[in-house]
């Protein structure tokens, strides 16, 4: 298997890392995230961190998690979250939900964005995509290093970033083809947050 970037190694580095990068305010992303949430039963794509299985528990919503990094995996099952170790490439299709997530990783997958966002409709009727916007490893010094760092996944695709404009452009291209609709729910830090539904 690929290397990973070293952020991905340990979850406390991690959210050291993507505190710096988010300029204090990772947490909040999820929060803004988890607001947006329909329904009692999530399935959250790319989770990494817990934060979003967090509040489904104290809300008493079922979450269920996928990841491919097995440090990830393996810190969501030492705290009896349902998480599996997976690459949702490939994956037929993912658990039934009410909400579907996927934040800060759809440029993993910008060569095969329509056949996920289908498997997240699939999956739920309500979608929630949250997608970096400003490319933070052009950046010079740390904060450019840690984009750079925080982008390595396994050794996967990670020279690509989204714009807000071909981020938009690529999701209403699929929402023609899929026949969705979607609204941009809001801005944050360097985030593009949008809803999905059929």
């Keep these: 298997m690929a290397q990973s970037g070293f952020i991905y190694k340990n979850i406390q ?3 050291l890392c993507m505190n710096l990068l988010y300029k204090g305010r990772y947490q909040e992303r999820f ?12 399935t959250e794509l790319c989770f990494g961190d817990t ?4 509040y489904c528990r104290k809300n008493n ?6 990841d ?7 810190e969501a099952k030492a705290q009896n979250y ?17 909400t579907c ?21 699939d999956c739920a009727p309500h979608v929630i995509i949250s997608e970096p916007i400003l490319n933070l ?40 083809k899929l026949n969705f609709t979607f609204k941009v729910s809001e801005y944050h830090s360097k985030d593009i947050i949008i809803e999905i539904s059929k």
Excluded at 31 to 42: A, P, Q
């Design 101 to 121: 997530i996927m934040s800060g990783s759809l440029y993993h997958f910008h060569n095969s964005l329509e056949e996920i966002i289908k498997k997240m409709l």
């Design 82 to 98: 349902n998480a599996e170790m997976s690459d949702i490439n490939d994956i037929e299709s993912f658990e039934k939900a009410d």
């Design 31 to 42: 929060e803004v995230i988890s607001r947006l949430i329909k329904g009692t039963k999530v």
């Design 68 to 74: 491919t990094n097995d440090a990830f995996v393996n």
């Design 137 to 176: 490893s052009a950046s010079r010094g740390i904060i450019g290093k840690l984009a750079k760092g925080a982008a390595n996944v396994n050794g996967g695709e990670h020279g690509f970033r989204f714009t807000e404009e071909s981020f938009l452009r690529e999701v209403i291209k699929a929402s023609k």
């Design 61 to 66: 919503i079922s979450w269920k998690g996928y």
């Design 51 to 54: 934060i979003i299985a967090r």
């Design 13 to 15: 580095i991690y959210r």
